[in-house]
């Protein structure tokens, strides 16, 4: 819902969809185009060890939503948002070896911010990320 409403405020209808629905979690309509389908993955920050960004091949998507809830000096965590191309997630994210037991694309939680900068807060959907000046 969160994702869905930071849209829809930057000027792109969004909505959650039903609870369970396959492969995405949203559905955008920019001014121009066709509806955007975004899948959207929450987690919280941790430094190494095992917490990924994560999704299994295939799937039925065009963008990636990473949210991730950083701590911060008070008790409650605050948001961080990545909206991400499928494609490009895919180019710079790695991909499970042949063999292993579940085939999906991955990025350890705490590369996010250097693997993907530009898509930080990238509520207007561009395609290149968010100009950083």
Request: proline letters at 6%; one cysteine or more.
């Amino acid at each position: 819902m969160l994702v869905a409403a930071e849209l829809t405020l930057a000027g792109i209808p969004a909505m959650k969809m039903p609870d369970n629905w396959p492969h995405y979690d949203v559905i955008a309509q920019p001014k121009q185009g066709s509806p955007q389908r975004i899948s959207v993955k929450m987690r919280a920050w941790k430094v190494g060890g095992s917490q990924f960004v994560e999704y299994q091949h295939g799937g039925d998507f065009d963008w990636l939503a990473a949210v991730i809830l950083m701590p911060s000096d008070e008790k409650e965590y605050q948001r961080e948002f990545y909206l991400i191309p499928r494609d490009v997630f895919e180019e710079r994210a790695k991909r499970a070896r042949a063999g292993a037991k579940r085939d999906n694309w991955y990025c350890q939680i705490d590369r996010v911010h250097v693997l993907f900068p530009e898509y930080k807060d990238n509520f207007g959907l561009s395609l290149t990320g968010v100009v950083v000046e």
